[in-house]
């Protein structure tokens, strides 16, 4: 099945640091979606866009939705050990009801 | 509010078997998604039921299929199991049938195929 392509595929960063991933697309979405998976568990949601050229914060997250719909940007800013995990990025199209299409995923690991 | 409940939490099978996960979603979400997860495939669509009827489905072979009760439980069941068919299940609920961006998913069904 389809995945989107993330970078980097991991990362390890210092607390405090200031992180930035990315997804990109063969084809065009009309919603990306942003979440975090912890060991264990399903994803969370941490942001939805809706808009090409959009830009939505939600605390310390940053997100955008690009201008031709076929990537978007995840920024973290002033890292905490809590952000540690997985993120995936998601596309959504009007008209797929539920049907996600994920990112190959990012591991974020924070060292103190 | 209890969020999505799957059960069981780890399964053990051998080839050849067939198996059923069942699904709660969260009070009033009308809408049930499941998902399959593996390290090579990452996170792929299954399929979604909305009042007990299948809305969409994904990329799977028929011995993937599900169901919906009137309640919007959910159960999948998989015949002739697959070592390939080892896998993270994770189900997701929303209160409307289109609710891609307001998913919430359980925690999964870890499933290992012998």
């Known amino acids: 099945g389809q995945q989107l392509n993330q970078s980097p595929q991991s990362m390890f960063i210092q607390e405090g640091e200031d992180v930035s991933m990315n997804c990109t697309s063969s084809?065009?979405?009309?919603?990306w979606l942003w979440y975090k998976q912890d060991p264990g568990e399903g994803p969370v949601l941490l942001i939805a866009?809706?808009?090409?050229?959009e830009l939505t914060s939600n605390g310390r997250l940053t997100a955008q939705f690009g201008i031709t719909r076929k990537d978007s940007f995840l920024n973290i800013s002033a890292s905490i050990p809590s952000d540690v995990g997985i993120y995936f990025c998601?596309?959504?199209?009007?008209?797929?009801?539920?049907?996600?299409?994920f990112g190959t995923g990012t591991r974020l690991q924070v060292t103190l | 509010k209890a969020g999505v409940t799957q059960t069981p939490r780890y399964l053990i099978k051998t080839r050849g078997q067939q198996v059923t996960l069942s699904c709660s979603p969260i009070?009033?979400?009308?809408?049930v998604s499941w998902y399959q997860q593996t390290p090579g495939q990452g996170l792929q669509f299954l399929f979604e039921?909305?009042?007990?009827?299948?809305?969409n489905k994904g990329n799977f072979p028929g011995r993937f299929s599900g169901r919906q009760f009137s309640n919007s439980r959910s159960e999948m069941n998989v015949s002739t199991l697959e070592l390939g068919d080892s896998a993270l299940y994770l189900c997701?609920?929303?209160?409307?049938?289109?609710?891609?961006?307001?998913?919430?998913f359980g925690s999964g069904t870890q499933l290992s195929v012998l």
């Open positions: 084809s065009i979405f009309n919603t």
């Open positions: 997701a609920s929303s209160r409307d049938l289109g609710g891609g961006e307001k998913l919430f």
């Open positions: 039921y909305f009042s007990e009827t299948q809305r």
């Open positions: 866009l809706y808009k090409a050229g």
């Open positions: 009070s009033g979400h009308r809408s």
């Open positions: 998601a596309g959504l199209n009007t008209g797929t009801a539920s049907k996600l299409t």
